[in-house]
């Protein structure tokens, strides 16, 4: 089992649609997660962090963790042709210090 | 801040010859990360540094990859000698200390004929 995993999609959704990305993580000692988004021929960019269980909100991004069932998302409301790029989910593993990338889930957003 | 500075973007080499890749942090930042980006195996680390000390090499592929971090200011990842497998973006990335989020290099593609 990897340690952080993702769809690896794509996920299609009409513009204006509330995008839903998922990822699971096996390390019950993960204590923060990052959602990245990397466009195509381009670096990864951190877009949220999230350390306690609930939701954490910044405009149009939301994410959720649950540490019961291991599982931290991403909601995008109000989707645009602008989010269409790959999402990574990453969190810190083996002591603290190195991020683990899940694989990323491809968004398209669609006019 | 200029961010995380990587040289070249590109690099075409043959087979069996030395690769150099470059890397500027952001001043300030106490770790430098190396990373490996395929489509099969997403990005994968490679190794990181604290203070210019390396202190995870585990993922290293093997004895051809070798990094170091003469100062903190400049970290090089070199592959000698090289072979098409090692086709890739490499990705370098900086944080400082206490806080989690890295900042990512623009990459370097290689591509080894």
């Known amino acids: 089992q990897k340690e952080v995993e993702q769809n690896s999609g794509p996920l299609s959704v009409p513009e204006g649609a509330i995008a839903s990305l998922n990822c699971t993580y096996s390390d019950r000692g993960s204590q923060s997660f990052f959602w990245y988004r990397q466009y195509s021929g381009k670096s990864p960019e951190l877009i949220m962090f999230i350390y306690s269980n609930g939701d954490k909100e910044d405009g149009r991004f939301t994410a959720q963790l649950n540490k019961a069932s291991q599982y931290v998302s991403l909601l995008i409301r109000d989707s645009q042709p602008s989010d269409s790029a790959t999402y990574l989910c990453?969190?810190?593993?083996?002591?603290?210090?190195?991020?683990?990338f899940g694989t990323g889930t491809q968004l398209k957003v669609e006019l | 801040d200029a961010g995380v500075i990587q040289s070249p973007r590109h690099e075409v080499t043959e087979m069996g010859q030395e690769v150099t890749l470059r890397c500027k942090p952001i001043?300030?930042?106490?770790?430098l990360f190396w990373y490996r980006q395929t489509m099969m195996r997403g990005l994968e680390l490679l190794i990181y540094f604290n203070n210019n000390v390396p202190i995870d090499d585990s993922g290293m592929p093997e004895d051809r990859f070798s990094a170091k971090m003469p100062n903190a200011s400049f970290s090089t990842l070199k592959i000698q000698p090289s072979e098409p497998r090692d086709s890739a973006v490499y990705f370098c990335?900086?944080?400082?200390?206490?806080?989690?989020?890295?900042?990512f290099g623009s990459g370097t593609r290689l591509t080894v004929v």
């Open positions: 001043s300030g930042h106490d770790y």
């Open positions: 990453a969190s810190y593993t083996g002591g603290g210090n190195k991020l683990t």
């Open positions: 990335a900086s944080r400082r200390d206490g806080y989690y989020g890295y900042t």
